[in-house]
């Protein structure tokens, strides 16, 4: 039974309805034809193009769980853990798609007001207007309490100054939750963050560097500078000084969706792999007749059930509701570790040819490397588990 078969085994008990059914094979003919053959190009130019958001805006894939009065589904997280999957089964560098529709939308849809879902929800269901969230900076990253862009009040606007760094969906982005301090001298320190929504050609707000990464060429990260910004009061998601809480809130579906990036990275990686082990010849034999690589392909199959078992029960928690930040703080840092371990062993199984960026095994071997250090760093997520352990 391959890895395939057995995953699709695993999927129908997860997602049962033929809803979820309908929306993952929809989307992975789509998929199949606007995203697949053009992927190599989009990597090649650093960025992925805004027709392609507006192309699934029009198909119905994007924030499945916005409500449907506006222009969404209304859907549970199965949705978006199948756009998470079917996106991350091509390439890492779609993870901006889902970071949209998954992680930044949510926000709105819990803690904005009528006129806010009103003025920007249709538009990131449709494309028209696409997402991000700008948490890290150059001085603060993990550390999210002590973050120094500030937010000071001035009438009915809010002033803002600082900068943020490693933002994905930098460039494309028209709609940026930021976090900063309205209250810069809170005590506790978290009592002082708000989350305030900052949109293109606000004056004062510029794009910096588009930064050049390692891995994930297609996925746009940039520094964005806030210089004088005037925001209305209108503009701050939620209410001042609860931007902390309303992060820790979310961080459990965005490390969830982490963590399923990785599994399916892993999988990927597993299936490439054993199939080129069966093509390729050495000592007159397919290298897959070597015992090494036979115990090798064993261990990595096995690692890889495994994580994909832990991954599914904990969507299936997730949709029902439950509190499980320590389990998805392990899935997170284990699954992602897991995968940058694999994606070296699996370079090696191919060889030479596996260092040739003709071969995918190589665009994962970059990619996977910085999974262990966004959404959280997997020490963040040990120093999580451990708390929780009443240590």
Known sequence: MSNQTIYKAQASRIYPSNEHLMFRESLRKFVEKEVEPYFTQWEEERLIPRELWLKLGKQGFLCPSVDEKYGGMG????????????????????????????????????FGTEDQKKRFLPKFVSGELISAIAMTEPGAGSDLQNISTTAIKDGSDYIVNGQKTFITNGILSDVVLVACKTDPKATPAHRGVSLLLIERGMAGFSRGRKLDKVGMHSQDTAELIFEDVRVPASNLLGEEGKGFLYLMDKLQQERLLTAIGGIVAAEDMLDITLQYVKERQAFGKPISKFQNTQFKLAEIATLVQIGRTFVDDLIVKHMAGQDIVTEVSMAKWWLTD??????????????????????????????????????????IMKIIIAKNLGM
């Open 75 to 110: 859907v549970d997280f199965g949705f978006a853990a199948i756009l998470s999957e079917e996106l991350a089964r091509v390439g890492t560098g779609l993870s901006g798609i889902s970071l949209h529709s998954n992680v930044a939308t949510p926000y709105i849809s819990s």
């Open 338 to 379: 897991m995968a940058r371990r694999i994606s070296a062993e699996c370079m090696q199984l191919h060889g030479g040819y596996g260092y040739m960026e003709e071969y995918k095994i190589a665009r994962r071997y970059r990619d996977a490397a910085v999974a262990p250090i966004y959404a959280g760093s997997n020490e």
